[in-house]
């Protein structure tokens, strides 16, 4: 009953009063999903065709590289000949972040991400509204195919230091509307799994949703410590790679399939399964991808780097970014019947818990922001826990790296992990890929050794 009124009334509510169009668009979305395959294609490359013209003559970043290139909008006319634009790194989003945005948008009209995803290279992305109204919709979609539906409560598993200090109206915004409830991952020990459990047998999610390594952990504590648990409607498991062992162990203690979604700050939403559960859905409504086979990392025919052209981001348009993941492209049609094309599955996305000497543990990919984003100078970083009392952060500096970045890691590092934690720092020209051609962000064998005994 409260879910259909929060779904129905204070959602519809809430969007009316911010002017946000993105249930509008959600209904869309529900209908276009099931397309045919070539009438999505058709609409994707038109997207693409538009968002061309206006990097060319709005972008000066863009407007130079066509320029270099020889280029003109008009000479794209077809999906192949993208190929002849160069991969947009995240290096070159660092660089040039300023020159990649739209002339036509003012700062008080965008919003503005700042993120390091599991790779620990620090980007800045701004993003217009009717962008950011679009990707809602579209990420609402594709968490409903979990089973959960808008409205229903969800309990997150999530980096979310600051929520205590936020204001009270947003503390009730998510009360009320979003009605979710944190376990934050950058402090869990058994106390706070013990009330996390507790809570979701008081008040039952809709939703379970967070980290695999994460959402693994709580089931392992669940199905030794609680009878009767929780059944949600849809559990998510997001932000890194979900192993076989762990969907089992999730979906034995829950009652309830995983469904396995994949995106990134720069972008949102790239991929999600639906409730088939065999591949991953591209949010090709928002997107347009390419695979990118890279022979001396390995790549086989159907594996290679994912590109992704934003189709719905004007202010700052990303085009053919290597977002520094590996996927597995697939042909094959889902049997679902939405047109939405698959990817077979993500490889790589890998960050360790880190285990603190209080015996406090620390997801790997909460901290990811925080010592990538937050330290001055920080342009690429992996933190490895050689000890229970120490960690080694190896550092790629930027030119602005100095004593107050040093400063800035020595109190992350007390803040993070208490005072019984010693650090060191490593600055290196670069940091090494895993044989997968993805960037490991935090690597603990230490907390790897715990976990285990933790879980057995």
């Known amino acids: 009953m409260i879910n259909t009124f929060n779904r129905h009334v204070i959602q519809t509510l809430v969007a009316l009063r911010s002017g946000s169009k993105h249930l509008r668009y959600l209904r869309l979305l529900k209908q276009t999903q099931f397309d045919p395959p070539d009438v999505i294609r058709a609409r994707q490359w038109l997207a693409v065709r538009k968002l061309l013209k206006h990097a060319y003559y709005t972008v000066p970043f863009y407007r130079d590289r066509f320029s270099q290139l020889g280029l003109h909008p008009n000479d794209f006319t077809g999906p192949e000949d993208l190929e002849r634009l160069p991969v947009l790194t995240k290096s070159d989003l ?242 679902c019947g939405r047109g939405l094309p698959l990817i077979e599955k993500i490889e790589g996305r890998e960050a360790d818990y880190i285990l603190a000497p209080g015996g406090k543990l620390i997801s790997g990919i909460s901290l990811t922001d925080h010592f990538a984003t937050e330290i001055r100078g920080a342009a690429q970083v992996q933190i490895v826990q050689e000890s229970i009392d120490l960690i080694r952060i190896r550092m790629v500096p930027g030119d602005d790296f100095d004593d107050t970045s040093r400063a800035q890691l020595r109190d992350m590092v007390r803040k993070m992990f208490g005072k019984g934690m010693q650090h060191e720092v490593e600055l290196v020209d670069q940091i090494p890929q895993e044989p997968s051609g993805k960037y490991r962000f935090c690597i603990s064998p230490v907390a790897n050794d715990y976990l285990r005994s933790f879980a057995a």
């Open 94 to 335: 660092r660089k040039h972040a300023t020159r990649l945005r739209s002339d036509l948008y003012a700062e008080d009209e965008l919003m503005v991400k700042r993120t390091s995803g599991s790779t620990g290279v620090a980007v800045e992305v701004a993003i217009d509204r009717p962008s950011v109204e679009w990707k809602t919709a579209c990420t609402i979609r594709s968490d409903e195919w979990s089973g959960w539906r808008l409205g229903g409560r969800i309990a997150r598993l999530w980096g979310n230091p600051d929520y205590s200090h936020e204001h009270w109206r947003v503390r009730l915004r998510k009360r009320l509307v979003e009605r979710t409830t944190y376990l934050d991952t950058l402090g869990v020990n058994e106390s706070r799994l013990r009330g996390f459990a507790e809570r979701l047998r008081a008040r039952r999610p809709s939703l379970l949703f967070g980290h695999a390594h994460s959402l693994y952990l709580l089931a392992c504590y669940v199905k030794k410590h609680v009878s009767n648990p929780c059944k949600p409607d849809g559990i998510i498991s997001t932000a890194m790679l979900l192993h076989d062992y762990q969907r089992a162990a999730i979906e034995e203690t829950f009652g309830c399939p995983v469904t396995n979604r994949y995106g990134c700050e720069e972008v949102s939403l790239i991929a999600c399964e639906c409730e088939v559960h065999n591949g991953l859905h591209l949010n090709s409504d928002s997107l347009y991808t390419e695979v990118l086979r890279e022979e001396h990392l390995g790549h086989t025919s159907d594996t290679g780097s994912l590109l992704v052209t934003d189709l719905t981001n004007f202010a700052m348009p990303i085009i053919r970014y290597k977002v520094g993941d590996v996927v597995v492209k697939t042909d094959r049609a889902c049997p």
